[in-house]
């Protein structure tokens, strides 16, 4: 499993955790010293011609509704002439979890029919392409019009009923030639609400405890390398972000954080991305920030 950064490690203080067995582990690190971003590299089971990654971008160019268009296309062929992998921008599992306009999903044969094009012309010129699956959860924006016709947000009685929609947004995913797929469990959204106890209250066995919190996470992940192999599925995860109002003291975080990440390296996932810090992610309650005595 390889560690994919967009700066620094994004909690400073769980670089101790398991480090050695994330450099152990890994199936797409180099032996040698310093080599160029231009040499190809295998990054789980997907050989790229360049260790060159660009990361997902939301673009909100899927007009009129979630259906990839001509514009998706160009952008990403772009991309993918030089990129070693692009990720798409978040693509939406479900209608019953939209936020962003515009932006493109994957839940139905015309969105995965659209998606294929843009696929097939991203390998055309040589490039890779993850399809980054996502659910924004609790955050639904009730004035984008798949949220309308699907209705308001309502409480998640049977979790199981959302890892199956990654579970098919991955086999469409697969329908449409991808090379492999990435599970959104940061920033706020569906997965990460489960695993922060200050946006998780469930009593079930979804909520309350670290093992608990997790579970939503990794049996996503189980769904999704069932369709693709663990070797062609990737996770970005920010333990250190407090955007869309998620944060725990930091004790709890790195105890949370630990355990999901020990739990994902006896998947042998293909990669894990790690969100940098950002002091504008800061956790802040109630509009102010956090007591220091929490997180100094």
């Known amino acids: 499993m390889a560690l994919m ?11 101790n955790v398991q480090r050695s067995s994330f450099l152990t582990t890994s199936r797409a690190m180099s032996s040698s010293a310093q080599p160029s971003l231009s040499t190809p590299i295998k990054l789980g089971d997907v050989e ?33 002439q030089s990129a070693g992998l692009v990720m798409t921008e978040g693509t939406l599992t479900s209608p019953q979890g939209t936020n962003w306009p515009n932006a493109p999903g994957i839940w139905n044969k015309e969105q995965t029919d659209a998606w294929k094009k843009i696929v097939d012309e991203v390998h055309r010129v040589g490039g890779k392409t993850f399809c980054q699956l996502w659910h924004v959860g609790r955050i639904a924006n009730n004035d984008m019009p798949e949220q309308k ?66 579970r939503f996470g990794l049996e996503a992940l189980k769904a999704l390398t069932g369709v693709f192999g663990p070797g062609r599925v990737g996770v970005k995860i920010n333990p250190a972000g407090g955007y869309n109002d998620m944060g725990m003291p930091l004790q709890e975080t790195i105890d949370t954080f630990t355990y999901y990440i020990k739990e994902m390296l006896q998947m042998e996932l293909a990669y ?16 102010e920030p956090p007591p220091p005595l929490l997180y100094t």
């Open 5 to 15: 950064y967009r700066s620094r490690l994004a909690l400073r203080q769980i670089s």
């Open 48 to 80: 790229l011609r360049n260790r060159n990654i660009m990361g997902s971008l939301t673009r909100n160019r899927s007009v009129p509704t979630t259906v990839p268009n001509e514009v998706n296309l160009e952008y990403y062929v772009q991309r993918g």
């Open 149 to 214: 016709h699907s209705g308001r947000p309502t409480p998640l009685a049977d979790p199981w009923t959302v890892i199956e929609e990654f579970r098919q947004a991955a086999l469409n995913a697969k329908a449409a030639g991808f090379d492999g797929v990435e599970l959104h469990s940061a920033n706020g959204y569906l997965v990460h609400q489960f695993i922060d106890s200050t946006s998780n209250r469930r009593t079930d066995d979804w909520g309350g405890s670290i093992e608990n919190r997790c």
């Open 272 to 287: 894990v991305q790690f969100v940098r810090y950002s002091p504008a992610l800061d956790p802040t309650f109630d509009g």
